[in-house]
């Protein structure tokens, strides 16, 4: 697999924001506007324990698509496009594909198509997140199987990689009363290196004794409305903090990553707050 110096990394995120679709009308432009303007977020993801080899991995994340509307699936497949230009090596997705069964059933082939089309050579990995198991987890597992990502539901995988090896860790969605640690991490001895998928951040409370090298989630849509410096006013509805709403945080020992999602679900809108693809470069943890 390839590595990224540090100016290829640079010049490959100098367009960071992908054009929104056109629509009519002033106040639809601009509510459309701070909707679809994906973000491309890059980060130098600290993993714990990573293997010299494995340092300059590219890795991208989607989160909480909330595909429940046409303009949902378009803003999706713009999120596809912009993972195909940067070609990552892996591919994160971290929950909450649809709101309810009702849109499930409207978009789930088309969900399915625009993922098909992602390719990355150490494969697609994803975990289901709390609206997963209330619209249908089994009707989302096979839709996912069959655009060829591999659903982690606590379990985990191994990838060998320049004769190093990572292991992937999926653990079920927390609010749904899925998420089984012990059962993810089964296997794996504290020496392993592991990327842990989750779709709450608050999920660490209970993997935190089994030392993750770092933990990708979603779920919190990043406040939805930001303000500078005082950040979201929704009040923090995470154990762990308001501060893990977003971005990349230090838990303890390790780092937890959070995307700020794709779709718009529950407010409508964002504001300060676009929508985001994780664009991470693996490197060694220090500390």
């Not at 090896?165 to 089984?180: C, E, F, M």
């Amino acid at each position: 697999m390839r590595t990224l110096s540090m100016d290829s990394w640079k010049a490959r995120n100098a367009e960071n924001h992908a054009r929104p679709p056109r629509s009519s009308g002033a106040a639809r432009s601009v509510w459309r506007w701070m909707n679809d303007r994906i973000e491309v977020t890059a980060v130098n993801l600290p993993v714990r324990g990573l293997p010299p080899r494995c340092a300059g991995l590219v890795a991208c994340q989607l989160s909480d698509l909330h595909v429940d509307s046409l303009e949902d699936l378009e803003r999706l497949k713009n999120a596809v496009s912009i993972i195909k230009e940067r070609r990552p090596d892996l591919v994160f997705l971290t929950g909450d594909y649809f709101t309810a069964a009702g849109s499930m059933v409207s978009y789930l082939g088309e969900v399915c198509r625009a993922l098909k089309e992602i390719q990355s050579p150490l494969g697609l990995y994803a975990v289901t997140g709390n609206h997963d198991h209330a619209a249908s987890f089994w009707a989302i597992q096979r839709a996912l199987a069959e655009a060829g990502v591999r659903l982690l539901e606590n379990r985990n995988h191994p990838i060998e990689v320049r004769r190093s090896r990572i292991h992937i860790v999926g653990i079920g969605d927390l609010w749904s009363r899925r998420a089984q640690p012990w059962r993810a991490f089964r296997g794996l001895g504290p020496g392993d290196c592991t990327i842990v998928l989750v779709h709450n951040p608050d999920t660490v409370i209970y993997a935190r004794h089994l030392a993750p090298g770092v933990v990708v989630s979603g779920h919190t849509h990043g406040g939805m409305i930001r303000f500078p410096i005082y950040g979201s006013p929704i009040r923090s509805y995470l154990r762990i903090g308001r501060k893990f709403y977003s971005g990349l945080n230090r838990y303890r020992d390790f780092y937890i990553y959070t995307n700020r999602g794709l779709g718009t679900f529950p407010l409508g809108v964002r504001v300060n707050c676009p929508p985001e693809v994780s664009m991470f470069k693996l490197v060694a943890a220090s500390g």
